[in-house]
């Protein structure tokens, strides 16, 4: 009982775990471009939460400064992806991965 | 607040975290999709609340749901016509997916709870850390802070080029 209503570092590590393996799943599955990307966001929520909890239990602060760097990087990846998702759309007409063969027009 | 309080609240928040990341994976529509990462993004704040990084809950809800996930909508929307009502997505490798679901949850599981216990450091967080964000911004991390504008910039201006829609029509004519 005393490992269920005492938060500790496994209960977030398990979350993340969870959480990873999701968008592991989506990327792998997926044939819509849009529904990888979600996937790759959850995998990088995944990773944040690790960080952050081994910070927490560490003390030190270098977890939560990497934390704030991966959301900014999160938020630049996506803008990217996205306008590149666009572009194949606008080429391809179809944002289906697995029909997008060819690297030329 | 006793710990039970404290306990209920963080499954609640725990299980809202996962359900909803579960039902953006299997879901087959991608309206549903993004709407559930909405509450998947919420319960992760929520968590980090738990983790003493209150800044960083806040910067998660602003940038996440607030640009992040505005832009997939966008993306959704662009992609695919709206009259169409096709807005399903195929899957492809589902029995490899599945397995590699199963065993990588199983073996993280694994490795975590049986590699002898973590051993928590003396002073943990506690409170609000923003004073400390502030202190370590403008000491350890200037410089990872000034290329996180410049990478910022550039993304922009990148993504802006790459999406403008006046090339392809010119090219056609």
């Known amino acids: ?105 | 607040m006793n710990q039970l309080t404290l306990a209920i609240i963080f499954y609640v928040f725990a299980a809202l975290t996962v359900l909803s990341a579960a039902f953006v994976v299997f879901s087959k529509n991608i309206i549903y999709s993004a709407f559930s990462l909405l509450f998947t993004f919420f319960g992760v704040a929520a968590l980090y609340v738990f983790l003493s990084a209150d800044f960083i809950a806040v910067t998660q809800v602003v940038v996440y749901v607030g640009g992040i996930l505005v832009l997939l909508l966008f993306g959704v929307m662009f992609t695919n016509t709206i009259m169409q009502a096709e807005l399903k997505t195929d899957v492809l490798h589902v029995v490899p997916g599945t397995l590699l679901l199963i065993l990588m949850i199983a073996g993280m599981l694994y490795t975590f709870y049986t590699t002898g216990d973590w051993m928590p450091g003396e002073a943990q967080l506690q409170g609000s850390v923003v004073q400390r964000i502030g202190f370590e911004t403008m000491s350890h991390f200037m410089l990872p802070f000034e290329m996180a504008s410049i990478v910022l910039l550039v993304a922009l201006l990148g993504a802006a080029f790459l999406a403008r829609f006046d090339k392809a029509h010119k090219n056609e004519h």
């Open chain 1, 1 to 105: 009982m005393e490992m269920f209503t005492t938060i500790g570092l496994n209960h977030f590590l398990t979350i993340s775990a969870i959480l990873f393996s999701l968008g592991m799943f989506a990327v792998m599955t997926r044939k819509n471009a849009i529904v990888i990307l979600m996937g790759v966001e959850l995998i990088l929520n995944a990773a944040n939460i690790n960080f952050l909890t081994f910070s927490k239990y560490n003390g030190g602060m270098a977890g939560v400064m990497f934390s704030m760097f991966v959301i900014v990087l999160a938020a630049a990846e996506a803008a990217v992806a996205l306008a590149i998702v666009i572009n194949i759309f606008k080429t391809f007409k179809t944002v289906d991965v697995s029909r997008v063969d060819t690297m030329k027009e």
